[in-house]
């Protein structure tokens, strides 16, 4: 027998084998003592037999194993050369504990060897690990699972996600039960319809108290989940890339990294988790962690209509508003007036810029901005001297239905990343670029692994010529987010919609897993472009505020009160971000349903800030109060309404809060909470914390 454990102050991971088998993983959750008896909990892990079943319960290992009568998912099924099924049965070879573990297992018989990695960081408290399968000759491989983790047995629930185009981030609450919740998504790309993330939360698990369970599965294409329970009453979770998505035999496969944690705290303490390691263990940052710059988008101000004049006049408008990056979205290239052709013709369009983009860039950098650019550089339109010239370099067949009017490039081909990369360097070499807004408009004809393989390839080959680039990985919004791509990447784009509503409902389950610094906000138009929704300024502004801030509508259209406001809001953003891109975003347990709340701490626990967003009519005519959470019971906080004098005239009462700083106990901010004033749906309080 063996037995090893991964430890921090949150959690602890204990694995053990039966004999020379594959170890399932005994004990996952609060931290145990160093002196915790391992052959003793594996005793205690031990299940009874009954009648009706085997006489000894086959093992959840950690690549459940067909041949060894496992009754549920296996986590491995594979095929020889010839086709033939292989049912393998992996025996104990070897372990390593160096900054880690590694486990080395071997089948004989089917000369095979499987490798299982794992490591914990004690900073994010996030797990990692990952599978890899080697072959002495070439196999086929239909599903390999990441390293399988239980899923805890007094949980009555899971949650994971779905969404769509304008929709992202939409939280699935599914009940557990006998038999298996089958995830796949097949679109090539992350996803709007299947972000790679679950959550189980153990029974009376809220945003701040209870136990709970995290999973995320780093990969940019199609990716598989299965949540399992077995007739016994165990739980199974498995992730991995989607099935079949390894088109080409081979010697070796290996899995994405699958990242976990536990927490104690509720699905904030996952949550936080999440944030810090993606930011602070995932993301790589050229010019380190400096102050996130306020963007300007020019998308929803002129589409495809490009005029140097009109574009120069924006830019001034935007600088005086605030905006510290410019950046000049799809239109700039081929003969690009809309979306049916010239993707692949990655070359300035003269007719709109007689001149290059050197007299655009020069204004930007007059205005004190930098200047970013964008590309959809995996994606091509039939109708364009590209795709004419090399109609071979689509991925699927001729007559594949379009989407956006585009096809998508066969990333696995060498020749393609190379034409992409001379195209991009050469943009990137003749001009002051410190930023690419990355776009992926269309799902994939096929899930392949080596598109998304190929992809990276050209991600990485550029960073490493041009590393003070920065990149913004967007796929009609949020379609590709994950922690495979955000290694290569600065920002995502959470979605298409710049609606200040939808934003708020976005954002707020996005911030399960993505922290300030990588999720990208802007101030939209005053009547919102994908959802005809006509929302004010202020709530827009402060909904922005909430993340990477930056503006995207037409400056022009902005009266004096809303340039006001829009200004307000950018300085005061502008004076906490240095403290709030460090910050933990903890989502809030609101009494009222119509009231989404979140509060972000900043790292040393001295302050923090509430945004309170009502995206609804209350049922009840006064305010609930709002419970804060995680500040110290027995310290003093100054809070400030900071926009309590936009109150409606229909809030007539005289609160204290409205116009003057007040102090309370942090227990009684976390016991009782804080009653706001009277507000419309559609607004926003946003409310500071000082700790005295």
């Not at 699905?267 to 993606?278: D, K, S, Y």
Request: aromatic content about 8%; overall charge negative; hydrophobic content about 35%.
């Amino acid at each position: 027998m063996h037995h090893w454990r991964l430890d921090d102050e949150r959690q602890t991971l204990v694995l053990a084998t039966k004999g020379a088998r594959l170890p399932q993983v005994i004990y996952w959750g609060a931290p145990l003592p160093a002196d915790e008896d391992l052959e003793t909990l594996q005793a205690a892990y031990q299940l009874d037999v009954t009648g009706g079943m085997l006489d000894e319960n086959p093992d959840l290992s950690i690549c459940p194993e067909a041949s060894r009568t496992f009754p549920g998912q296996p986590g491995l099924i594979c095929r020889d050369t010839d086709g033939t099924p292989l049912l393998p049965k992996f025996c104990f070879e070897k372990a390593g504990t160096d900054g880690g573990l590694t486990l080395s297992f071997r089948d004989d018989e089917n000369r095979l060897t499987l490798t299982a990695i794992y490591a914990i960081n004690p900073q994010t408290h996030i797990i990692t690990a990952k599978h890899i399968l080697e072959a002495d000759r070439s196999i086929h491989l239909h599903w390999l699972s990441a390293p399988v983790f239980p899923a805890p047995q007094n949980a009555s629930e899971m949650i994971d996600f779905a969404g769509r185009w304008c929709g992202e981030f939409q939280l699935n609450r599914t009940a557990w039960s006998a038999g298996m919740r089958y995830r796949e998504n097949r679109t090539g790309r992350t996803g709007h319809e299947h972000f790679p993330g679950l959550i189980v939360p153990c029974e009376g698990t809220t945003n701040t108290d209870g136990e709970a369970y995290g999973f995320h599965y780093g990969w940019s294409g199609g990716h598989k989940m299965i949540a399992e329970e077995l007739p016994d009453g165990r739980r199974q979770i498995q992730f991995g890339h989607a099935a079949r998505m390894e088109t080409e035999a081979a010697t070796r496969f290996e899995t994405a990294t699958l990242y976990a944690t536990f927490s104690g705290h509720g699905l904030n303490g996952c949550a936080t988790a999440f944030q810090r390691h993606t930011r602070d263990q995932i993301v790589t940052w050229p010019k380190g962690q400096i102050a996130r710059p306020v963007h300007y988008n020019c998308w929803e101000a002129v589409y495809f209509d490009h005029k140097l004049d009109v574009l120069k006049d924006i830019a001034t408008k935007a600088a005086n508003l605030g905006a510290e990056r410019f950046v000049l979205d799809d239109g700039w290239f081929g003969k690009r007036d809309d979306d049916t052709t010239s993707l692949s013709d990655w070359q300035v369009d003269p007719r709109k810029y007689p001149d290059g983009l050197g007299p655009l860039i020069d204004h930007v950098h007059a205005e004190g901005m930098t200047f970013g650019i964008w590309f959809e550089p995996e994606m091509i339109n039939p109708d364009s001297d590209i795709h004419r010239a090399n109609p071979h370099w689509a991925l699927g067949s001729e007559d594949q239905t379009l989407g956006r009017q585009q096809k998508a490039l066969n990333m696995a081909l060498p020749e393609v990343r190379d034409f992409l990369y001379d195209r991009m360097s050469a943009i990137l070499r003749d001009h002051d670029v410190d930023y690419i807004k990355w776009d992926h408009n269309r799902v994939l004809p096929a899930p392949d692994a080596a598109q998304t393989r190929g992809s990276y390839a050209l991600i990485d080959r550029l960073r490493r010529d041009f590393p003070q680039v920065e990149i913004e990985s967007c796929a009609s919004g949020g379609g590709r987010i994950d922690m495979g791509i955000l290694k290569r990447t600065q920002r995502v784009w959470l979605s298409d919609s710049n609606d200040a509503l939808e934003r708020l409902k976005i954002q707020h389950n996005a911030a399960l897993f993505l922290p300030l610094s990588v999720t990208g906000s802007h101030v939209g138009p005053r009547k919102c472009h994908t959802s005809g929704r006509s929302i004010d300024i202020s709530m827009r502004a402060w909904v922005a505020a909430q993340r990477h801030m930056g503006f995207e509508m037409d400056p022009r259209e902005l009266d004096d009160r809303e340039e006001r406001v829009l200004r307000e809001v950018t300085s005061w953003w502008k004076a906490n971000r240095d403290w709030m891109q460090r910050a933990d975003i903890l989502r809030l347990d609101s009494a009222d349903p119509a009231v989404i709340a979140e509060q972000q701490l900043a790292e040393d626990h001295s302050r923090f800030v509430v945004f309170a967003g009502k995206a609804d009519t209350s049922a009840q005519i006064a305010p609930r109060p709002l419970r804060l959470t995680r500040l110290d019971p027995t310290a003093r906080y100054r809070i400030q309404l900071m926009n309590g004098p936009t109150a409606p005239a229909l809030s007539r009462g005289d609160q204290r809060i409205k116009t003057e700083p007040m102090e309370f106990s942090g227990a009684y901010l976390m016991n009782y909470g804080v009653t706001l004033p009277w507000n419309f749906p559609e607004t926003m309080w946003v409310l500071e914390g000082t700790k005295l």
